[in-house]
């Protein structure tokens, strides 16, 4: 696959400058000196651990109300007045079942300075917690300054540091991708984050743009964005020499204006996110490349924006696919599962060792699972049971949904092979991910995972915003389902 430039007649591209990645630190303080204890203390567990400390450390826990609450924390003084330690609330074990990172808010709260936990956190949640403090210094300051210093842990013993440095940068990426919004995130942008990612991982970028995508056989990236004012593309990043072969395809819908079946504009208002798989599978390649684990890596992303315009794909329209299969368009807000069709069939022509698909895809997902779980399909229970098991150990939920095939007939319309958008509006998601299978390649072992990208209101470690999901519980299950 070659550079391809802007066809003749065809708006060029623009300049862009593509950011690094999160300006904030979400690194571990490297010296110790200095640094406050931590003392992380159950509820129940507060009057035993106050019988251990001097009387007047007793009296200013209880004058001060401190009862070891979830999330909370209080800092002891010293005789000069400066604080000495710091006691941050555990709960109970029942209310820590209810989310993660629930050192995250004490982070968040703390004042700036160095800190190091000093007792009482469980070894088995010692890098959760660990990686929720790094996350909690994430901010999006491109547009507004956040003058914030977050305050600055010791690793704590026994959890790979380094490691967890590099999934919070790999999710800070992710975050800003999804954060930016499309005026600065278009097609041309996403663009220049992969060329950015890849010159600084040495990794090789190739794109195919405009009418460039008709002539080397992706006919349904080019419908999608062909209406927008910036061109659609095929963006195909390539790292690692040797090892099994994983390909990650992200849907890169950078705006979904729902096109001419166009959307609310309650439901227009997020739709800067509708890149986020895009996001979530670049934020995962940088992990991947930052450890260097012993594989080779594809991305492909299909970057566009669907809009309305002249050139506009109309409902009844029929597409041809890079496959060869025909799709009817019986709704222009189905897009994309078409750009992700395309990236699929030029990913299976591979024969990869494993091809996830991550996307935004079906507001189906979100009515079955909500906000905070990511479903994924696979039809290989050792993938599932290597992600399930991942996925607990790093505090990154999913849950599997079929590719049920008994509605396979749902999405055959009749006058063309596949459709787009089924008409009776059940298992949306499920309808959605057999419409990928058809272009995964016959017997590929392939993962599509449905996310939401988006935080809907702050939770401990992940503000009101852009955020991954699948991406860390796919990086700790790769080891097993590539036997790296």
């Avoid at 950011?19 to 204890?37: H, I």
């Avoid at 001060?64 to 000069?80: E, V």
């Avoid at 000495?84 to 074990?93: E, I, N, P, R, S």
């Avoid at 699972?369 to 696979?378: E, I």
Wanted: hydrophobic letters at 45%; one cysteine or more.
């Amino acid at each position: 696959m070659h550079e391809t430039g802007v066809a003749a007649g065809r708006p060029g591209p623009v300049t862009v400058t593509a950011r690094k990645g999160p300006t904030m630190t979400m690194t571990f303080a490297a010296d110790s000196a200095g640094a406050l204890p931590v003392h992380v203390v159950e509820a129940a567990a507060l009057d035993g651990w106050l019988a251990t400390q001097p009387a007047q450390v007793g009296a200013w826990v209880r004058a001060s109300g401190f009862a070891g609450a979830l999330g909370k924390h209080l800092l002891i003084p010293g005789d000069s007045g400066a604080p000495v330690m710091v006691l941050a609330g555990y709960g109970t074990a029942a209310q820590r079942a209810r989310g993660r990172f629930h050192l995250a808010t004490v982070a968040s709260a703390l004042p700036a300075g160095t800190y190091r936990i000093a007792s009482g956190l469980p070894q088995p949640q010692a890098e959760e917690e660990a990686l929720g403090w790094l996350l909690s210094a994430y901010a999006f300051d491109r547009y507004r300054s956040q003058n914030r210093t977050p305050a600055r842990l010791i690793a704590p013993a026994g959890v790979d540091a380094p490691r967890l440095e590099v999934i919070a940068a790999g999710e800070g990426l992710t975050r800003d991708l999804i954060n930016t919004p499309a005026n600065d995130m278009g097609p041309d942008a996403l663009e220049a984050a992969c060329r950015d990612l890849a010159q600084r991982h040495g990794a090789q970028a190739t794109v195919i743009r405009g009418e460039a995508l008709l002539e080397q056989n992706f006919p349904m990236i080019h419908a999608v964005g062909r209406a927008a004012a910036q061109e659609p593309r095929l963006i195909d990043l390539r790292w690692g020499t040797a090892g099994p072969r994983l390909t990650l395809v992200g849907k890169g819908v950078c705006f979904d204006t729902g096109g001419l079946n166009i959307k609310p504009s309650s439901s227009m208002g997020l739709m800067k996110k509708d890149m986020g798989g895009a996001a979530t599978v670049l934020g995962l390649a940088q992990m991947i490349m930052a450890l260097n684990l012993p594989l080779r890596l594809r991305v492909l992303i299909p970057a566009v924006e669907n809009a309305i315009s002249a050139g506009a794909m109309r409902p009844g329209d029929i597409l041809p696919s890079r496959k060869g299969l025909s799709v009817e368009i019986n709704n222009t807000d189905a897009e994309g599962r078409l750009v992700l069709a395309d990236a699929l069939a030029l990913g299976a022509e591979e024969d990869p060792d494993l091809m996830v698909s991550m996307a935004t895809l079906t507001g189906a997902a979100r009515v079955a699972l909500g906000p905070d779980l990511s479903p994924y399909f696979t039809d290989d229970a050792g993938v599932a049971a290597a992600l399930e098991g991942a996925a607990a150990r790093v505090a990154d939920p999913v849950w599997r949904l079929p590719f049920w095939t008994p509605y396979e007939a749902d999405i055959e319309p009749g006058i063309a092979d596949l459709d787009n958008a089924p008409k009776s509006g059940f298992a949306g998601a499920i309808t959605a991910a057999l419409f990928l299978r058809r272009f995964a390649g016959d017997g590929a072992r392939y993962t599509h995972f449905d996310i939401y990208g988006w935080q809907p209101s702050a939770a401990p470690a992940r503000p009101k915003g852009g955020v991954g999901m699948g991406a860390r519980a796919l990086l700790a299950a790769l080891p097993e389902v590539l036997d790296l």
